[in-house]
């Protein structure tokens, strides 16, 4: 509370004394959990008078909602504050349109707290003109635990022990694995295939972007991979939203699902308890290593005082060590600062931090392609689309293969 209070003084302060005007919120946090969580920001900003004007739009990985703020900002109306992931900020700060956070970021001394991958996406020439709320990670896998029992199996650690696991599930008669046919998803799929055929080859591919390793014998088994996962999805995928597909899991209808650690909100808001009621592991075959991404909150230059005063205090709330805890217990995420202590967090949450921590030391902590923190939009979509048409049975392993990297080529 009382670094919140500090917060609110340094941001008036910097802000010339104004009265900070409420805050409009661009984001795509529209599922249960995801609005469980906001809420938490929306009160702590409550409790120190700033209002809330909601801005949704929803859509994961954010495509729609950035295609609402491009049309926003080209009517010269941004929004006080916007849910931006990686590439995106670097994109938008490009345009030399963003506000500057570095007086509160200074007086609350970020540089030392915030990791630096983060940093990477936070900063632009050395400034700070975003907040980084959380932590996510692509990597993991819910696995509804009566059903796993039901199997008489442990949990997967290797491809060909999940394969067997899925293979149980179906011949009990539920859908093995919960999916939406939505491209972000099927992406958010291919971040851990490509991953469990080894660090090296993920960074080839979908961060240096090396032909050999787009067009190359481990991408055909990378969609090999995909499509043999294709097999456990059940009729009605196409389309549906991903918390749709929790929500199967949560039921007893599907097995499991392999999304981002934001599934874990819809489990937590279902009353659902980690260890008892489900699992979570790590793709199997990426253990150890992480695929992450950060929501942050990035402010656009405002004009107005008022306006910039409410950026700051947002911005400082935003950071502040107990409610990056509060948020992301709630969200299935974990801390965007290193000081925050795990007391508070559930075990998959504890888990979450410890290998983000494991994986920052080691060096196998690489950006989300899926979810916008290793190749640019632009690029990001061009993979989005040879990723549905595979899996969708367009093309065959080895043609996808090949137009990933006609796509990447052409994207560039
Ligand atoms: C965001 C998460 C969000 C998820 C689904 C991701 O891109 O980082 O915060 O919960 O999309 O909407």
Redesign the pocket.
């Known amino acids: 509370m009382k670094q919140m209070l500090a917060g609110v003084a340094a941001a008036a302060l910097i802000a010339g004394s104004a009265q900070a005007s409420d805050v409009e919120v661009l984001h795509?946090?529209t599922?249960g959990g995801?609005a469980a969580a906001l809420n938490v920001l929306k009160d702590d900003l409550a409790g120190q008078g700033i209002g809330w004007v909601d801005m949704p739009v929803a859509g994961?990985?954010?495509e729609a909602a950035m295609t609402t703020l491009r049309a926003r900002v080209t009517a010269g109306d941004a929004p006080t504050a916007v849910q931006m992931?990686g590439f995106d900020i670097k994109d938008w700060a490009a345009e030399g349109v963003l506000g500057n956070l570095n007086e509160v970021a200074a007086a609350e001394g970020w540089d030392a707290v915030v990791p630096a991958a983060l940093q990477n996406f936070s900063k632009s020439d050395g400034n700070w003109i975003a907040a980084p709320v959380n932590v996510?990670s692509t990597n993991w896998v819910w696995i509804s635990k009566p059903a796993l029992d039901a199997t008489g199996m442990g949990a997967p650690t290797t491809w060909e022990e999940l394969i067997a696991v899925l293979d149980a599930m179906k011949a009990n008669g539920i859908t093995p694995l919960a999916h939406g046919g939505q491209a972000w998803q099927d992406a958010t799929i291919f971040d851990a295939v490509v991953l469990s055929l080894g660090d090296d080859f993920y960074k080839a591919a979908l961060i240096d972007l090396d032909p050999e390793a787009l067009g190359g014998d481990k991408m055909v088994e990378a969609f090999n991979r995909m499509a043999t996962l294709r097999g456990y999805v059940d009729d009605n995928f196409s389309g549906r939203d991903?918390n749709l597909a929790s929500a199967m899991v949560i039921n007893g209808e599907a097995g499991m699902q392999m999304m981002?650690d934001?599934a874990k909100g819809e489990f937590l808001r279902a009353d659902k308890v980690p260890g008892q009621d489900f699992v979570c592991i790590r793709f199997p075959g990426t253990q150890g290593a992480v695929t992450f991404?950060s929501?942050q909150f990035v402010m656009f230059d405002v004009a107005s005082d008022e306006a910039k005063a409410a950026q700051l205090a947002m911005a400082s709330s935003v950071m502040n060590p107990v409610f990056q805890s509060a948020f992301n217990v709630v969200?299935g995420?974990v801390p965007a600062r290193t000081d925050v202590p795990n007391t508070d967090f559930d075990d998959c949450g504890k888990k979450g931090m410890a290998d983000l921590a494991e994986a920052g030391g080691s060096g196998r902590l690489f950006g989300s392609m899926a979810?916008g923190h290793s190749v640019p939009a632009s690029i990001k979509n061009a993979i989005y689309d040879v990723v549905t048409a595979h899996f969708n049975g367009e093309y065959d392993a080895a043609t996808a293969a090949a137009e990933l990297v006609n796509a990447v080529d052409a994207a560039k």
């Open positions: 795509w946090w599922s995801e994961g990985g954010g992931l996510h991903w981002g934001w991404n929501d969200k995420s979810h």
